[in-house]
């Protein structure tokens, strides 16, 4: 086998393989692609914010800072802030938009 290859534990990908991902977009987490999903908002949170911890590289302090601000002040976060786990289809007559406080759970220590 040639050509360029991720590698993840014990399984190879063909790097051409992942970056089609990004041509053809789609997703198992929101509604539509370009959604907003609550759990991918707090993990990222959660991890930036760690990685500034251990690091102390300023960057990672801000890009946590701009995660926590855009999920707190979205306009679709509900007053309790526990959100739905599509947060940009909250409003959405055509789904069932469940809460997702595990979100909220994995995101909270990185406030």
């Not at 534990?9 to 999903?37: E, K, M």
């Not at 801000?62 to 786990?85: G, M, R, T, V, W």
């Amino acid at each position: 086998m040639s050509g360029p290859w991720l590698r993840e534990s014990s399984i190879r990908v063909p790097l051409s393989a992942i970056l089609s991902l990004f041509r053809l977009p789609h997703t198992w987490n929101a509604t539509d692609p370009t959604d907003t999903w609550a759990r991918g908002q707090a993990w990222g949170l959660y991890a930036y914010t760690m990685v500034y911890r251990f690091t102390r590289d300023e960057k990672f302090l801000q890009q946590a800072q701009n995660i926590a601000s855009f999920y707190l002040n979205h306009p679709n976060l509900p007053e309790d802030k526990i959100p739905y786990f599509d947060i940009d289809a909250a409003n959405d007559p055509d789904i069932e938009n469940y809460r997702d406080s595990s979100a909220e759970s994995a995101g909270s220590p990185g406030v």
